[in-house]
């Protein structure tokens, strides 16, 4: 393990020490593993609803963890399209329409099993997406971000870029507890960073100076991984056939 994932290796650890310690975590627990749901996450989701910056997404793309489940609620209400990706994405993208969706039945389809019952599966190509929403362990003021640690959110992000249906300008948010903002994260190539964190209590614009992946870093990638995810093993596919063709 190199020196740079050992040091997030313990920046997870102690973040999820601390959540528990505090009792500040939700469920579900303990969080060890995960994106840590976290008490306050309805104040977090609620706070990132009146930036100016919410009030223009038409179409938001979020992960499926438990503490941004207000923040796909708040988009249904709000009569925002959200894309879900499926866990581990082993079945692609779900997308969400408000005006297909009673809205009784909102808060029921911003769950993974309320969204595959009210949603549809849809292609990377059929989207296009003002902003991503992002699950973190912890973030920096500076932008850095560690999730999990199996990089599923930077696939997601890497997808997107690859089928064109994000740029580089449309932000990537996340929503954390504020003892998840420490004082540094490194960073290397395939990390995605974060523009705006969104706490029960404050935004942090990071402003920040890290560059943002313009598509899959394939050799940070297992085969195995590649394997496991429909959409990444067809861009796979997709690439090797014009290198092969451009010989």
């Given at each position: ?120 599966t849809v292609q990377p190509n059929e989207i296009q997406v ?114 092969v063709e451009n010989r």
């Amino acid at each position: 393990m190199s020196d740079i994932s050992q040091i997030k290796k313990k920046i997870r650890e102690k973040i999820w020490d601390l959540m528990e310690k505090k009792n500040i975590a939700r469920f579900p627990r303990p969080v060890y593993g995960r994106i840590p749901n976290f008490i306050g996450a309805d104040r977090a989701a609620a706070l990132l609803r009146k930036q100016p910056e919410w009030k223009k997404f038409g179409i938001i793309f979020a992960n499926p963890d438990s503490p941004q489940r207000y923040v796909r609620f708040f988009a249904l209400r709000d009569s925002k399209k959200v894309v879900m990706a499926t866990p581990r994405i082993k079945k692609g993208f779900i997308l969400l329409d408000p005006e297909k969706i009673p809205e009784g039945k909102y808060w029921k389809a911003s769950t993974i099993r309320g969204a595959f019952r009210y949603g549809k599966t849809v292609q990377p190509n059929e989207i296009q997406v003002d902003a991503k929403i992002t699950g973190s362990v912890a973030v920096d003021r500076y932008g850095g971000r560690v999730g999990k640690g199996h990089g599923f959110s930077d696939i997601e992000y890497g997808i997107l870029r690859e089928y064109n249906v994000i740029g580089r300008s449309e932000p990537i948010i996340t929503t954390v507890h504020d003892v998840q903002v420490v004082d540094k994260i490194p960073m290397i190539t395939h990390d995605m960073p974060v523009d705006i964190i969104v706490t029960p209590t404050k935004v942090i614009r990071t402003k920040t100076n890290y560059a943002k992946p313009k598509g899959i870093i394939w050799e940070s990638i297992s085969c195995d991984k590649i394997k496991e995810i429909p959409i990444l093993l067809e861009l796979a596919k997709t690439k090797y056939k014009k290198m092969v063709e451009n010989r």
